[in-house]
């Protein structure tokens, strides 16, 4: 079955910088989009940025926009979360998910959690 | 951006209960809409997509309607396993948008 495992997460202080990591496996990874989805402690979900299977088109929320870099290694089977500038609000789980079009969402994974504080 | 308001925000509901979500989005999307679970701890899973479709391996006890603004999920018969968060998405345009959720707890 198709595998998503989010690394990379931990404590940092604001204004820090972190890189989560997505290994893909189980599927052909540099054929469908990816995204990444938080989810503040006891919140819901907000979509964070997403990218197409080339990187050609990325797409970000105004939440992390100039902040947040998402990119991928398709050779690698990895997608990527740049995280600067970080703020208390950034704290959240992390998780990537699958996108084989149209906006669907149908595997994800376990989530990493990142914590901004000092 | 294109908001997305679910209601209720909770709803307590026996086993064997019908139990309906709504969800309204603040301008049409068609059927770019699909429904998550989300249990305590754990990542979402994808019920529904594209407002009706039922995503492989899903009871069929679970069905999603609507189109353009105002969009349904409906579990027939709610089992056991069935208490969580439920949450609407919408897939019309980026920034992608998640409903607040839906926690369905036991009466």
């Known amino acids: 079955e198709v595998q998503l495992v989010e690394s990379g997460g931990g404590l940092v202080k604001p204004g820090g910088s972190l890189r989560l990591s997505c290994a893909a496996s189980r599927f052909t990874f540099s054929t469908y989009s990816m995204n990444w989805v938080r989810q503040a402690p006891g919140k819901g979900l907000e979509w964070v940025s997403s990218i197409t299977s080339s990187s050609t088109y990325i797409y970000y929320a105004d939440s992390v926009k100039g902040r947040f870099t998402i990119s991928r290694d398709n050779a690698k089977n990895s997608l990527y979360l740049q995280m600067n500038s970080l703020r208390a609000e950034d704290t959240a789980v992390y998780y990537c998910?699958?996108?084989?079009?149209?906006?669907?969402?149908?595997?994800w994974g376990q989530g990493t959690l990142v914590t901004v504080s000092s | 951006d294109i908001q997305m308001t679910q209601s209720p925000s909770s709803v307590s509901a026996s086993v064997g209960d019908r139990v309906t979500i709504t969800c309204r989005a603040s301008q049409g999307i068609s059927s770019w809409l699909a429904w998550f679970q989300q249990k305590p701890g754990k990542a979402p899973k994808l019920l529904i997509y594209?407002?009706?479709s039922l995503q492989s391996g899903v009871p069929s006890r679970f069905s999603g309607s609507g189109s353009g603004t105002d969009f349904t999920l409906t579990i027939s018969s709610l089992q056991p396993e069935d208490f969580a968060t439920y949450y609407c998405q919408q897939a019309n345009s980026f920034p992608r948008t998640f409903g607040q959720g839906t926690k369905v707890e036991i009466k």
């Open positions: 594209a407002a009706s």
């Open positions: 998910a699958r996108e084989p079009g149209s906006g669907w969402l149908d595997y």
